[in-house]
């Protein structure tokens, strides 16, 4: 018995597929991320109603980072605020360094806990202590990594609760260098900024990043903070943003003041490492959101499949090449002016080439961390 393959029918199914997923595609660049691209940021004197910060930060074996930042969140040009440091049983100098700047700063306040005290792994714990010990209802949250890139910061993210907004959303990137691991890493920190907040204009806020993150206080004890997710050692940021956004409203604030920096990861073990942890998170959060963010790169590699695919087979290939025009040239318009909202630069034309790498890169983290869970956050 033989079994016949009309190659018109496997065509017309192939052409099916692809008009598909490219239009998929367009649908998240024009109507989802071009909602960053073409976002208009606020004067930075369009808000005078100035409220009473509290800035949290937990911090463990950090004095080289506290000695090198800190200051530049505690000298901020903001009217009232507070700075709440929990040194998080640290073993270097951090408290010594944290007394000395005490005595000069009158707004920062130390919280010091023992290994007595912390009975669980991660960040959730200490920031917890540092909340509850804030005396102001707007908390606002770093690292003691990053630093602001102005003295505007607070007076820029404080903006974020007009409208009774109850969750405000920053952008904090890494500092520009000479390498390709870090060129790696900044695209990945603009490509996810670009998800989370054209996702939360878009209402569908699905995370925040704990380097430049605020809500308010009282939101962090109605949602029980974060006891729903103790057990998971990260997620201290995205995972309670996920569980809170969907019944509070959301802001975004992407001025450049509003800026926090960071230096990256030198080693690509370090931030592969990094990666996977964040990743371990992401399956704890609610299922539309995981299918939107699963959706574009499963349709991304169905389109490029067959490109492929119509590249080898088809003798005419004016088709794969104006699809691949279509979607190349909507990727680059995009990119570019959310590039421009987030002042980054450097890597624009390298996108596609990035954005391929990281489809197969995140399937194979995805893949390890199935069999191996990752290093946990020390």
């Known amino acids: 018995m033989q079994i016949f393959i009309d190659l018109s029918v496997i065509q017309v199914v192939i052409y099916i597929l692809v008009s598909i997923s490219l239009l998929v595609i367009l649908i998240y660049y024009w109507l989802i ?37 800190l200051p530049y969140i505690l000298e901020q040009d903001y009217p009232e605020f507070e700075v709440v440091v929990v040194d998080d049983c640290s073993d270097d100098d951090t408290a010594y360094l944290l007394k000395k700047l005490s005595e000069t700063y009158p707004v920062l306040k130390v919280v010091t806990l ?15 202590i540092g909340i509850k010990s804030a005396k102001y ?8 990594d990053c630093k602001p890139v102005s003295k505007n910061w607070i007076k820029e993210m404080q903006t974020g609760f007009d409208n009774g907004n109850q969750i405000v959303l920053g952008f904090s990137y890494y500092r ?21 907040l054209s996702f939360s204009l878009s209402n569908l806020t699905y995370m925040g990043v704990g380097r430049n993150l605020a809500y308010t206080r009282s939101l962090f004890f109605a949602e029980k903070g974060f006891t ?18 969907y019944k509070v409203k959301t802001g975004i604030v992407i001025s450049y003041d509003s800026y926090t920096e960071s230096i990256a990861k030198s080693s690509l073990k370090e931030w592969i490492s990094q990666k996977r942890r964040h990743l371990t998170t992401s399956k704890y959060y609610r299922n539309k959101h995981k ?14 499949s067959i490109i492929i695919i119509l590249f080898i087979f088809v003798h005419n290939i004016i088709i ?31 996108s596609p080439v990035f954005e391929l790498f990281f489809i197969f890169f995140m399937s194979v983290l995805f893949v390890m961390n199935i069999f191996k869970k ?3 956050w020390k």
């Open 33 to 69: 991320f071009g909602r960053l691209a073409f976002y208009k940021i606020k004067e930075s004197n369009s808000s005078n109603n100035f409220r009473k910060v509290s800035v949290v930060i937990s911090a463990r074996n950090e004095y080289l980072n506290l000695k090198n930042n």
């Open 114 to 128: 023992n290994y007595t005290k912390n009975f669980f792994e991660g960040k959730k714990f200490p920031l917890s």
């Open 137 to 144: 209802e707007y908390i606002l949250l770093t690292d003691a």
């Open 176 to 196: 520009p260098e000479k390498s390709f691991v870090n060129l790696l890493i900044r695209f990945d920190t603009f490509y996810t900024a670009m998800q989370y």
């Open 228 to 245: 729903r997710h103790y057990h998971i050692t990260s997620g201290d940021d995205d995972l309670f943003v996920n569980k809170a956004a």
């Open 291 to 304: 299918i939107l963010l699963s959706l574009l790169p499963f349709m991304q590699i169905i389109f490029y």
């Open 320 to 350: 794969p090449v104006s699809l691949l025009f279509v979607k190349l040239l909507s990727q680059l318009i995009i990119y570019k002016y959310c590039m421009q909202k987030l002042k980054q630069k450097n890597f624009l034309l390298i």
């Open 374 to 376: 990752p290093v946990k």
